[in-house]
């Protein structure tokens, strides 16, 4: 798993239409849906990978 698939992506404009938006990807998902974009975060996770929530309050 790449880092890039948990953690805060600061700014989308993709994921809430016609709004600015902020994601927090959170690992653990149980529904394994076929279509999933991030089928990663579904497998077991190295929690040093993890951003604190410190830094997620704080943003």
Request: include cysteine; glycine fraction near 6%; hydrophobic fraction near 40%.
């Amino acid at each position: 798993m790449t880092l890039s698939h948990l953690g805060l992506q600061k700014t989308t404009l993709l994921d809430y239409p016609g709004k600015v938006a902020a994601v927090l990807f959170t690992p653990g998902c149980n529904l394994r849906c076929p279509y999933c974009h991030n089928p990663d975060l579904v497998q077991k996770i190295d929690i040093s990978t993890l951003v604190p929530m410190e830094e997620i309050r704080a943003f």
